[in-house]
C-alpha cells in the first residue's frame, strides 16, 4: 500500500538550528543528510553546503563564536542525553572535545560576547543538581579529528566551578560587559526563578520572589545591561506576555500582552535592541519584528512581517549587525528549511535546500483545525474507572485532522470510511503544531487518516488550561481522549471500528491508559517509550528530573496510592486490543524497564504483543536505520491488526 515506502518518507531532510557566523557570510545549520543530524555550513542562499561533522550520534545544537572561525556543538551517545561539548575550528576542521565528562550532562550557556569564554551548566558534582561552569575556549580535553575518542578523552578540561546549585539550573546568556550571567532555575515546567550571578563577586542575586507557580522564560539582557525582557505570567495571567524586568527596582512592566494567546518568547539582539517575537496563535506562528527604544524599554518600533511558508517557525539568530536574522520554518506540507529574512524590509530568502526525497511536495496532505467537546471543568471530573459525567458546560480540546486524498484513500477505505491514527503528544506541557512530519504523511499515503489532539494539560492554550490534568485530574486528560474518539466515530469519513491509539513518552502513558480505561474503543494500540507504572518510572528516571517530574505526576512520598491506582500496568487487564511496544535501551527519562513490564504483563493476558527494543536508542529514535526499521515494523503491525 502507498505509492513510496517508509524509507522514501524518513529521508525527507529537515534543516534547522541556524547559527550566523562572527562575520555575517556563513551560516551552520543542522541537517539529517546522513540519517542523523550533523553541522552544516553555506556561505549564500541556496549554495551548496559543506558537511562540517561526520558522526554516528546526532549534534543537538552548534553555536558560532562571536569572534573567531569557530563554533561549539553538543552531542550526547546513543541516545544517552549526557551531552559533551565541542569546538570545530572551521578553517581546519580540527574538532576538540571542551568538555571531557561523559558520565555528566552539559547544558550550553553561551559564549562571552569576546568569544574568548564560554559557560555551561553541568551535574558534575551531583547527578541530582546543575551547577555553573565558565571555561576558557582554549581549555580543553581532547583534540580529534572525528573519531570516537573525540567523545574519550581521558580527562575533563579545567573548567571553572563559578556556582553550586541545588536544582534545576540553566543559563540564558552573558550580561552585555560579561562581567554576569543570567541564571534560571526550574521548579516545574510551570515555575521558573530568575537570578543573575556577578563572576567576579560570586553573589546570585534573586531577581524575581514569588508564591505559587510563576513562569519566567525565554529571559534576554536588553542592550544597557540595567534591565531583561522576558515572557512571564507574573500577576495570575492566564497566558504569557512579553515583560521588561528592571534589575535596579526589580520592577515587571508589561510591553505586549494577548488575553488568548501566549507571547512564545523573544531572541533579541543586545547590542543593537532589535528583536523578534513569537505568538502561539492555535498551534500556528505569529512573527513579529522591531527595535526597542534606546530612551524606553518597553517602547518599540516594529517592522514587515516576513512571508514563510509553512506554520511552525522559530530557532532565531542575527547576523553581527542585526541586519538580518535566520530561523527555521515548517509546516503540514512544508519540511523544515532556514530562511534569512531582512529585518527592515521582511524580505525573506530561502538559505537552505532540505530535498523531500523525490516525494512531489504536491502529495503532502493538510491538516484542519478542529475543536471537539468534551466534558466541562465547572462539573465533576470522571473517575479512574468511569466515564464522564454531566456538567455544565463542555471543554472544546483542540486537534488537527488529517485526511487522506481520494487516491490514498482507496487502498484502505471501505464503505465504512478509513482507518485513523490518534497520535497523542508527550509532555504533558507540550503541544501538537501543524509543523511536517514524514511519519504522519507515510501513513497518510497508505490510506490512514491522522488526529493530533491537545487534550487538557497541553501548553499553548493558557495556564488554566494547562494545570487541568495535574496529580489527581490526570485521567480527565485521558477521558478526553475518549471525547475525541467518539468524535471520529461519528465522522463520515472514519471507519469507527478501525482506530488506532499511537503515542510516545508521556503520550505512551496515554495510548495504555486509554487501552485500560476505554477498551472497547481501539483496533489497536502504538506505545512509544511510554510510561506504563509511574511508581517504577518515578523511581528509575533520571535523578535530575525527578523533582520536577513529581511536580506534574505527584509524588512517591505523597501520592503513590494515586499513582499506582492510575497506572496502565495495574489495569493491563482490561487492555483488549493488539499492543505494540518500542523503546530505546539507553533512556534515562523513561527507563527501558516501563516497556518490559507492559509488554509481559499484556502478553501473560492474552494480548496480541509485539515489542521492539533498541539498544544504541533513547528517549526516542534518532538513527535513520532504527527509524526504519520502527516505522516499517508498525506497518506491519497495523497491516496485520487494522
Known amino acids: 500500500m502507498g505509492t513510496y515506502d517508509i524509507e522514501r518518507y524518513l529521508n525527507v531532510r529537515s534543516a534547522y538550528g541556524a547559527s550566523f557566523g562572527p562575520e555575517g557570510e556563513r551560516l551552520s545549520f543542522l541537517m539529517d543528510t546522513t540519517g542523523v543530524s550533523q553541522v552544516w555550513t553555506l556561505e549564500g542562499a541556496r549554495e551548496w553546503p559543506e558537511q562540517r561533522t561526520f558522526y554516528d550520534e546526532r549534534v543537538t545544537f552548534a553555536s558560532w563564536s562571536p569572534e573567531r572561525p569557530e563554533l561549539v556543538f553538543g552531542m ?71 573519531g570516537p575518542s573525540a567523545r574519550e578523552a581521558s580527562s575533563p578540561a579545567d573548567a571553572r566551578l563559578v556556582h553550586e546549585g541545588d536544582g534545576w539550573l540553566s543559563l540564558s546568556g552573558w550580561s552585555p560587559d560579561d562581567s554576569r550571567l543570567l541564571v534560571s532555575q526550574a521548579y516545574s515546567n510551570f515555575d521558573q526563578d530568575l537570578y543573575v550571578l556577578d563572576l567576579e563577586t560570586g553573589e546570585l542575586e534573586h531577581l524575581t520572589p514569588h ?48 488575553e488568548e494567546w501566549n507571547v512564545d518568547g523573544i531572541a533579541l539582539d543586545d547590542e543593537t535592541g532589535r528583536f523578534v517575537y513569537s505568538k502561539n496563535v492555535e498551534g500556528y506562528t505569529e512573527l ?3 527595535e526597542f527604544d534606546a530612551d524606553d524599554p518597553t517602547a518599540f518600533e516594529t517592522f514587515p512581517e516576513p512571508d514563510l511558508p509553512g506554520g511552525v517557525a522559530g530557532g532565531v539568530s542575527f547576523d553581527p549587525d ?29 538559505w537552505t535546500s532540505a530535498p523531500t526525497a523525490g516525494i512531489p511536495r504536491e502529495t503532502f496532505d493538510e491538516s484542519e483545525l478542529v475543536h471537539v467537546e468534551s466534558f466541562g471543568v465547572d462539573g465533576q471530573s470522571p473517575s479512574a474507572r468511569g466515564t464522564p459525567t454531566e456538567s455544565h458546560a463542555g471543554l472544546d480540546v483542540p486537534g488537527f485532522l488529517t485526511l487522506p486524498n481520494e487516491d490514498e484513500a482507496s487502498s484502505t477505505g471501505s464503505e465504512d470510511g478509513v482507518p485513523v491514527i490518534v497520535d497523542i503528544h508527550g509532555g504533558p506541557e507540550s503541544q501538537r503544531r501543524p509543523s511536517f512530519s514524514s511519519v504522519k504523511q507515510y501513513f497518510l499515503d497508505r490510506g490512514y487518516a491522522y488526529f493530533e489532539p491537545n487534550v487538557r494539560g497541553s501548553s499553548g492554550y493558557g495556564a488554566d488550561y494547562a494545570a487541568l490534568d495535574d496529580v489527581e485530574r490526570r485521567m480527565d486528560s485521558v477521558a478526553d481522549i475518549e471525547a475525541c474518539v467518539e468524535w471520529l466515530r461519528d465522522h463520515e469519513a472514519v471507519d469507527p471500528d478501525r482506530i488506532v491509539a499511537k503515542g510516545g513518552s508521556y503520550g505512551g502513558f496515554m495510548v495504555l491508559a486509554a487501552m485500560t480505561e476505554y477498551p472497547d474503543l481501539w483496533a489497536a494500540g502504538i506505545d512509544v517509550v511510554g510510561i506504563a507504572n509511574f511508581v517504577t518510572f518515578l523511581e528509575n ?13 505527584g509524588s512517591l512520598a505523597e501520592d503513590r496510592e494515586f499513582l499506582e491506582e492510575i497506572s496502565p500496568i495495574n ?3 482490561r487492555i483488549a486490543a493488539p499492543l505494540f511496544v518500542l523503546h530505546g535501551e539507553n533512556d534515562p527519562r523513561v527507563p527501558v524497564g516501563e516497556a518490559e513490564q507492559i ?19 533513547g528517549h526516542g529514535f534518532s538513527k535513520l536505520e532504527n527509524r526504519i526499521e520502527a516505522y516499517s515494523a508498525i506497518a506491519d503491525f497495523l497491516d496485520e491488526h487494522v
Do not use: C, M
Open 76 to 146: 550526547d551517545e546513543g541516545g544517552n542525553e549526557r551531552a559533551q561539548l565541542y569546538r570545530l575550528e572551521a578553517d581546519t576542521g580540527l574538532i576538540t572535545n571542551l568538555t571531557a565528562t561523559p558520565d555528566a550532562k552539559h547544558r550550553w550557556g553561551g559564549w562571552s560576547h569576546d568569544g574568548d569564554r564560554f559557560a555551561f551548566a553541568s551535574n558534575r558534582r551531583d547527578e541530582a543538581v546543575f551547577d555553573i561552569y565558565v571555561q576558557d575556549r582554549d581549555e580543553t580535553g581532547n583534540v580529534d579529528g572525528q
Open 211 to 258: 508564591e505559587g507557580d510563576v513562569r519566567y522564560q525565554s529571559a534576554s539582557w536588553a542592550p544597557d545591561g540595567e534591565g531583561l525582557y522576558l515572557v512571564t505570567d507574573e500577576g495570575h495571567a492566564d497566558t504569557l506576555y512579553l515583560a521588561y524586568l528592571d534589575l535596579a527596582s526589580g520592577e515587571i512592566e508589561t510591553v505586549v500582552a494577548d
Open 288 to 290: 513579529t519584528v522591531g
Open 322 to 350: 542585526a541586519e538580518r536574522f535566520a530561523l527555521s520554518t515548517a509546516g503540514d506540507t512544508v519540511n523544515a528549511n532556514v530562511f534569512v529574512v531582512e529585518v527592515e524590509t521582511g524580505e525573506a530568502e530561502r
Open 541 to 553: 528516571t533520571g535523578d535530575w528530573r525527578r523533582e520536577l517530574r513529581e511536580a506534574e505526576y
Open 571 to 573: 489495569n493491563v487487564e
Open 599 to 617: 509488554a509481559e504483563k499484556a502478553k501473560a493476558q492474552g494480548v496480541p504483543v509485539r515489542k521492539l527494543l533498541f539498544e544504541d536508542e
